[in-house]
């Protein structure tokens, strides 16, 4: 029985979701407190000293920040349904792409608070050349990135399969899609039909609608 | 050796990223051939290596390039057992060092470009940042070495110990360029023993670029940064 397993996160953040996903996956109970970060809570200065910022698991009262480096103790920690593969080799190619996900985020926070003309057509394509690599080089004719069942590079780069399509809902580009993206379209729709996965996914009005007013306040802001 | 197991690591001799790879191969004691690349006209061979990225480190081992140097440290150390582990066995201990190693390869390397690439005022701000980062290491060291003493020898370096002293093993340099005390032994006392333990090491001194040559390359890419900046 393991001591208690506490998630600090908040509803619209893909980042504290992955970590949710890897805890449902491998059957680990755990408490969820949702963090108000216009009011960070004690436990989260204290938990996250460094970054000040969710998600932050707690494992029998001792913090760990950084969903990557959550993601990988949770592997160590609950070995059951694995979510790396065994070969050292593939271990790092999975690791590659998770890190190429975390480094290309400002690509698609460009084109989140993009606004129309020249600077949203260039966003725009620099978006595109990260999808094509990630759909060409990482997906390959795979049905997940984890092969024929989703592993830490899916749930890392799990916000495509949602969040995205609020970016592209606001800025009113679609860039995945059949006839562009057919490899990485087709993971978005299986990755969503992972039962772990439908089952906990922010409701898509009122994340569109929190996203939405994020959106505004950045392009008030520059 | 065979040509299946050969490894081959593609690097850059002023890169931290690349040095940490090559620091990881010594102490594994993993025979590898070395090829410097010659970043303002890569080769092909590591354009085909690295196709995402085109940058280097790059490993090859058993015929398959693997890039990233932070994915190659755990690479090398799930593979060789030979020499210091380089994570430890517990989980929350893992976690505690992957966390330190990121803040120090992305956090701390970012606040020093910053400092390297700003003039005037604004400079005096980055570098009040960059000791703020330092501080938060330094706390975050107390962990690592509880009773305030850290003593070190080759057969029990971590993967932690690689990174710090592959980005700040230099640090005499940076200050000498920068002209400010980058570790400072007031402020971050634990950090300024840390680094002094790990310098005495022989096989990390050697390895490191050397000083005068490492201040020649860094003026000349700050000078072209700036230079290009103020065009």
Known sequence: ?222 | MAEESKVTLYGYWPSPFAKMVEIALKLKGVPYEYVEEDLTNKSQMLLSLNPVHKKVPVLVHNGKPIAESLVILEYIDETWKNGPQLLPMDPYKRAQVRFWASFVQQQLQDSMIKVAMTEGEAREKLVEEAYEKMRLLDEGLKSFFPDGNPSIDTEHLGLLDVVFVSFFGNHKVHEEVLGFKVIDPEKTPLIHCWLKALLDLPLLKETLPPHDKMVAFIKFINESALKSSTA
């Not at chain 1, 725009?124 to 092969?147: M, P």
């Not at chain 1, 772990?196 to 009122?206: F, T």
Request: net charge negative; aromatic share 10%; proline share 6%.
């Open chain 1, 1 to 222: 029985m393991e001591e208690g397993v506490k998630v600090v996160g908040f509803w619209p953040s893909p980042y504290s979701q992955k970590v949710i996903w890897a805890l449902k996956q491998k059957g680990v109970a755990y408490d969820y407190i949702e963090e108000d970060l216009s009011n960070k809570s004690q436990l989260l200065m204290k938990s996250n000293p460094v970054y000040k910022k969710i998600p932050v698991l707690l494992h029998g009262g001792k913090p760990i920040a950084e969903s990557s480096v959550i993601l990988e103790y949770i592997e160590e920690t609950w070995p059951q349904n694995p979510l790396l593969p065994k070969e050292a080799y593939e271990r790092a190619s999975a690791r590659f792409w998770i890190q190429f996900g975390a480094e290309k985020g400002p690509t698609f926070g460009s084109l989140f608070t993009s606004t129309a003309g020249e600077e949203q057509d260039k966003a725009a394509k620099d978006a595109l050349e990260v999808l094509k690599i990630l759909e060409e080089q990482g997906l390959g004719n795979n049905k997940f990135f984890g092969g024929d069942s989703i592993n830490l590079v899916d749930l890392a780069l799990g916000w495509l399969a949602h969040w995205f399509q609020c970016i592209e809902e606001l800025v009113e580009i679609k860039l995945i899609e059949p006839t562009t993206l057919p490899r990485l379209h087709a993971w978005v729709e299986n990755f969503n039909q992972v039962p772990v996965i439908h089952e906990n996914l922010p409701d898509k009005k009122r994340l569109l609608a929190h996203m939405k007013s994020i959106r505004e306040m950045s392009i008030s802001a520059k």
